[in-house]
Every structure is written in structure tokens, then in C-alpha cells.
Nanobody
Framework: QVQLVESGGGLVQAGGSLRLSCAAS????????MGWFRQAPGKEREFVAA????????YYLDSVKGRFTISRDNAKSTVSLQMSSLKPEDTAVYYC???????????????WGQGTQVTVSS
């Protein structure tokens, strides 16, 4: 049974930092590209970042470049999102997702976590 379980969300002031983690199980983790998405109230879900399965190549939403860093630990089957210089507009539910494709684009994700809330106060 595939499971993706996010943790690390919370309330933080603007300019602060948070680290999200996603623990994966039920599939061969190092064969999957991992991504983070977010959905703010009343908005569509949007892609945030991805890291590919083979070489750890990363790709980011323009508005988070330089502030967010995605990383993975294949030995522990985890993917993380280090978020710094947070802004109120980063407030959203953040989701971890996985896909077999090695592409870093925002489509084709097969498995999703339940999400973790990130709230950035001004």
C-alpha cells in the first residue's frame, strides 16, 4: 500500500523558516520522481518543486527559487522541502507527490499525501 505522509507544517511569521518532510512507503522510492505542491484557499493546486529519481536534479516554481530547497534521502525514503524567507502568500496546504516518470514537470504524479498546513503571518 502506497503511503506518503507529510509533516512539519505550522504557523510561522513572515521571514521565518519551516522544513517539511514526507515519508514514503509501499513503492520503490529511488525509482520515483518526488514533488511538492501547494493549494491556497480558493485557488488551484500549484506545483512548487520537484527532484528527479536518478541524479537529484531539481526544478522550482519561479516564485520560490532561492527560498525553497527540495532534497531527498533515498536510504530513508524521505523527501524534504526547506522553506526560508517565508511570505504570507506561501500560506497553503502543502502536498507531497510521486511519479515514475523522470520528468520534472508538474504533470503525471500518481501518488499524493494528505497534506500539511503552512500558515505564514504578516
Amino acid at each position: 500500500q502506497v503511503q506518503l505522509v507529510e509533516s512539519g507544517g505550522g504557523l510561522v511569521q513572515a521571514g521565518g523558516s519551516l522544513r517539511l518532510s514526507c515519508a514514503a512507503s509501499g513503492f520503490t522510492f529511488n525509482s520515483y520522481t518526488m514533488g511538492w505542491f501547494r493549494q491556497a484557499p480558493g485557488k488551484e493546486r500549484e506545483f512548487v518543486a520537484a527532484i528527479n529519481r536518478m541524479f537529484g536534479i531539481t526544478y522550482y516554481l519561479d516564485s520560490v527559487k532561492g527560498r525553497f530547497t527540495i532534497s531527498r534521502d533515498n536510504a530513508k525514503s524521505t523527501v524534504s522541502l526547506q522553506m526560508s524567507s517565508l511570505k504570507p502568500e506561501d500560506t497553503a496546504v502543502y502536498y507531497c507527490a510521486s511519479k515514475r516518470s523522470n520528468g520534472l514537470g508538474p504533470t503525471g504524479y500518481e501518488y499524493w499525501g494528505q497534506g500539511t498546513q503552512v500558515t505564514v503571518s504578516s
